[in-house]
């Protein structure tokens, strides 16, 4: 059984950082492609990052590139989040997600299979 559970969530200060955690069992992490979304109250669900299954390469979408770094422990299948600078329009509900291999490219994918439960990201002062 596949599940996937988020943690590291909180309340920071603008400028602050957080890093989010990701475990997930049921299925080994580097054969999936695992992202990250979130969703702000009134908005649409946003892709913020993800893995790609077939090679391991990386996407991040332009408002968090330089800011944020995804990157897993397989060891510990354990997919991570880390937020730096943060600003209050990264506050959303942060989840994590997996998808079966496709062969293609994390960011196409839609939808992703699995989800967490999802952990809340408040940025404010």
């Known amino acids: 059984q596949v599940q996937l559970v988020e943690s590291g969530g909180g309340l920071v200060q603008p400028g602050g950082s957080l890093r989010l955690s990701c475990a997930v069992s049921?299925?080994?992490?580097?054969?999936?492609?695992i992202a990250w979304f979130r969703q702000a109250p009134g908005k649409e669900r946003e892709g913020v990052s993800c893995?790609?299954?077939?090679?391991?390469?990386?996407y991040y979408a332009d408002s968090v590139k330089g800011r944020f770094t995804i990157s897993r422990d397989n060891a510990k299948n354990t997919l991570y989040l880390q937020m730096n600078s943060l600003k209050p329009e990264d506050t959303a509900v942060y989840y994590c997600?997996?998808?079966?291999?496709?062969?293609?490219?994390?960011?196409?994918?839609?939808?992703?299979?699995?989800w967490g439960q999802g952990t809340q990201v408040t940025v404010s002062s």
């Open positions: 893995i790609s299954s077939s090679d391991g390469s990386t």
């Open positions: 997600a997996a998808d079966p291999p496709q062969g293609a490219p994390c960011q196409t994918l839609s939808p992703y299979d699995y």
């Open positions: 049921g299925f080994t992490l580097d054969d999936y492609a």
